[in-house]
């Protein structure tokens, strides 16, 4: 009986390690100092972020941004977002695309809005056939404001407060970007 007992007490307890393990979101923050994160939990967060919409000028000149698609690339140390970009100007309608931008950045942390931000963005690539495949002087401006003022406002991930509560009193250090996933190094 007192076998059974015992038994008993260690699967229930078994049970509810696996309980706790099973809701968090990257098991990393209760074993190691790492967090990881994978292309799909950052792409997800994404998708409930956008469509974007913006006006510059008092609405002379508007941008829509949508369909994000967040990749990392084998063997790259930042991660590259493709979207689709839609350009208005004197009121015309900018929620559907007329073409296409890609950018690549590293990753950093900001404690003020707990979330992976954009570090050091760059544009690699514009598709926007209305304005002949280049992009203009104004709308280059335009998407740089944005790239700006996203990278420094929005995260592309933002931590939920169970994955803070599980850190505790640890720091949130160093993001790397490698073997397809973004990594978050934790300080003591």
Known sequence: MNARRHFLSLAAGLLAVGALL????????????DVSFSQQQLQQSLNRNFPKHYDKLGGLVSMTLMNPRLSIPEGSSRL???FDIGLGALGSDSSQPSGRFAL???LRYDPST??????????ENVDVPALGGVMNSSSRALLNAWLSDYSRQEPVYR???SLLDRLGSRRIGATEISNGHVTVHLDQ
């Not at 099973?22 to 100092?33: K, P």
């Not at 707990?114 to 544009?123: E, F, N, S, T």
Request: hydrophobic share 35%; net charge negative; aromatic share 4%.
């Open 104 to 106: 690549s950045s590293a």
């Open 22 to 33: 099973t809701g968090c979101s990257t098991v990393g923050a209760l074993l190691g100092n």
């Open 114 to 123: 707990r979330g992976l931000h954009l570090d050091q963005p760059m544009i």
């Open 80 to 82: 590259r977002l493709d």
């Open 159 to 161: 931590f939920d407060n």
